[in-house]
Structure formats: C-alpha cells, structure tokens
C-alpha cells in the first residue's frame, strides 16, 4: 500500500490555494435568467438531524440553513418547483455501519427544518442512501416531470449526498446525450467537521470535484431582487 509520507506537501498546499481562489470567482446567476418551466430545486438533507440536533448534526449546517429557506422564498414567487430530499431510515439501515444511527423515520430527526418548511411551497422525497438519484420516488418524479434539465442543488453534505446526487444526475443526461444544467451555489452547501474530516477541506476537493464532471458552480441567490 503505498505510503504518502513522501508527498509533496508545498505542492500539494499551492494546489488547493489556487483552487479556492478558482472557485471564488465562480459566476453569478439570477433565478430570473433561468427557464422557469424547465428548473427545479433540490435540497438536499436539511432536516434537524443534520442542521439542528442529533450525532450527525453540524453548526456548519446550521449556517445554510436560513439562505435556503430564502432561496425558497425566491422560488416560490417565479415559480421554480422546489423538492426536498430527507434522510429517513429504519433501524436496520446499513448506512448504520458506517454513520451513527440517525434521521429514523417519524422521528424529528428526519424532518425538514421549521425554517425552510416555512419558506413556501415544497414536497419531499425521503431517502435510505447517500444518492437521492437512487431513490424510486425520485425516478418516478423524473418520468412526470420530463421537461425539467436545470437543476439547482442545495444542502449537505458537500462531499456526500450532494456530490453522489449532482453527479450521477448529470452522468444520466450525458448517457442519454440529454442537455442538463446541474447548478450548485456554492454558498448554499455544507459539510461536518469532525476527526479527520476537515470540512474547509472536504468542501473545496468536493466542489472542485463536481465541476471537473460538469457541474456549474454558482454564487449564492441571496441578492435576488423580486420584480
């Protein structure tokens, strides 16, 4: 097995340098240019077990928690459909042998934040994976809704759900020769710090990682003004 004791680790430090300053330039995009008939949003995870309380909860979380509720807001008024997924599992998970266990179903845990329940008109999809793509409920949302291919991707974790999600999404409309746009704002997804787990660091390799497979990253939406 080979052993990075002997990396490069100046080198190493220049790369992710000049891959923030990268993506700190990242584009703006109005929910105003987007067609609205044909763009969803997608939040991904952002119930009280991973914003609020629980062992998989994060404060870092907790700070996008507000922005995508006004994101939300800004959806429902140009009338830009918005999804949520919810982690949701049962006691027999085996997501459980790899994560503490959380989010069981009908718990609180797995419930939507207050805040973005609040913001406006959402439906939900829960899920029992990392991917949301997976999910049955999310195919058949797919098949009713074949005019959608601008998508907007929101929520945690960076590194997790929402890179397995984002890029398995695009991977299926390149399959099929399909045009898609897979947005991520930027600020507007989270990951955990914990251990090992740098989320400063989980979250720059994850972003740059999904727009080397597609996938337009975007600032935030919290200056869009509601003609």
């Avoid at 939900?124 to 809704?145: A, C, R, V, Y």
């Avoid at 695009?170 to 020769?177: E, H, L, P, S």
């Avoid at 930027?186 to 914990?194: A, F, G, M, P």
Wanted: charged share 20%; proline share 3%; hydrophobic share 40%.
């Amino acid at each position: 097995m080979k052993i990075y004791k002997d990396m490069n680790w100046s080198a190493v430090q220049k790369t992710l340098i000049e891959i923030s300053e990268h993506l700190s330039h990242s584009k703006t995009l109005c929910l105003k240019d987007l067609p609205v008939d044909r763009t969803a949003l997608f939040i991904v995870d952002m119930v009280n077990g991973f914003v609020k309380n629980g062992p998989m909860s994060s404060n870092r979380i907790y700070e996008i928690n507000q922005g995508i509720a006004n994101l939300v807001k800004s959806c429902n008024l140009y009338g830009i459909s918005c999804i949520a997924f919810r982690d949701c599992h049962t006691a027999e998970s085996l997501e459980f042998l790899s994560y503490p266990p959380h989010c069981l179903i009908n718990s609180e845990e797995s419930e939507i934040t207050e805040e973005i329940q609040n913001a406006g008109s959402l439906s939900s999809i829960p899920k029992n994976s990392t991917n949301g793509f997976l999910e049955l409920d999310f195919q058949k949302w797919m098949d009713s809704h074949p005019k959608i291919d601008h998508f907007i991707i929101v929520g945690d974790c960076t590194d997790l759900c929402i890179s397995q999600f984002s890029i398995t999404l695009k991977a299926d409309f390149n399959r099929k020769n399909q045009f898609s746009r897979i947005l991520v704002p930027i600020d507007l997804v989270e990951t955990y710090d914990l251990g090992l787990h740098n989320g400063d660091l989980m979250n720059l390799i994850a972003l740059y990682d999904m727009e080397l497979n597609g996938i337009e990253l975007i600032s935030n939406f919290t200056e869009i003004e509601i003609e």
